[in-house]
């Protein structure tokens, strides 16, 4: 076998004589038909093939290839999820319904889909925000719209515990305070868990005020690979967001 340390979530079902492997279909779970979409009074199964697998209930990962990544932002499952948690009958706009990212393709530029390069390693959110004003040569313009959407994203898990008021880093420091965090980030009963705690609140903070506030009240060029950098860091807190809220950690 060619491709070693599979995630857990991705089933291997066959190897094929070059080395490559192929994996259970993620959005429709083996089946090669379109999945259950839970949409309506009722879920319901349909005959259509599926659009990823094209019907034949696999994705093939090429011979050689790195271990692929499992998608972070579907969790693997292939599928496009409302705000609500529930399946809205599309495939993941990251992975393309695959549950993973193959990253050798990636890193080689081959047999990629349109949206299948770096923003594909973003969050998901990053990319509507920040995309169309990074294409139009607006680089610091897309910085500013990511963070401003991390600060938005936490005011709303946030809720009514914190003030209309509270923003940047004032509202960093209280929303992960790890004295009396209203959102955790860990488990504050170890000293493992408040290092955590408060190192992602300082990161927060430190993304307010140095990267957030000077691109909104200054008039600051940057070019294209400092934005990309620094829209990663977007993507890392977004991403430490998601994996917090998915856990049922608030």
Not at 2 to 18: H, R
Not at 35 to 62: F, W
Not at 171 to 178: D, Q
Request: hydrophobic share 40%; glycine share 10%; charged share 20%.
């Amino acid at each position: 076998m060619q491709v070693k340390g599979l995630p857990k979530g991705l089933k291997e079902v066959a190897e094929f004589p070059d080395g490559s492997i192929a994996l259970e279909c993620q959005f429709c779970e083996g089946t090669g038909v379109f999945p259950r979409t839970g949409i309506g009074d009722e879920d319901y199964a349909s005959t259509e093939v599926c659009p990823v697998c094209k019907g034949s209930a696999v994705n093939v990962v090429p011979a050689n290839s790195e271990a692929p990544m499992l998608c972070r932002y579907c969790k693997g499952s292939g599928r496009g999820w409302n705000e609500d948690g529930h399946f809205v009958g599309e495939p993941c706009r990251v992975c393309g319904g695959r549950g993973f990212l193959d990253l050798s393709a990636l890193k080689s530029g081959q047999n990629l889909s349109p949206q299948a390069d770096i923003w594909s390693l973003m969050h998901p959110d990053v990319m509507t925000v920040a995309k169309s004003r990074f294409d139009t040569g607006h680089f610091a313009d897309a910085v500013e719209a990511a963070f401003k959407h991390f600060n938005s994203t936490v005011k709303k898990i946030a809720g009514s515990r914190v003030t209309d008021d509270l923003d940047g880093a004032r509202l960093m420091n209280k929303v992960f305070s790890p004295n009396e965090p209203i959102i955790k980030l860990s488990d504050l009963s170890t000293e493992t868990g408040k290092n955590i705690q408060q190192g992602y609140m300082q990161m927060f903070a430190g993304g307010m005020m140095a990267i957030r506030n000077p691109k909104a009240h200054a008039n600051i060029t940057i070019d294209a690979n400092s934005a990309i950098h620094l829209l990663f860091v977007s993507s890392l807190f977004l991403y430490m967001l998601a994996d917090i809220t998915s856990d049922g950690a608030v």
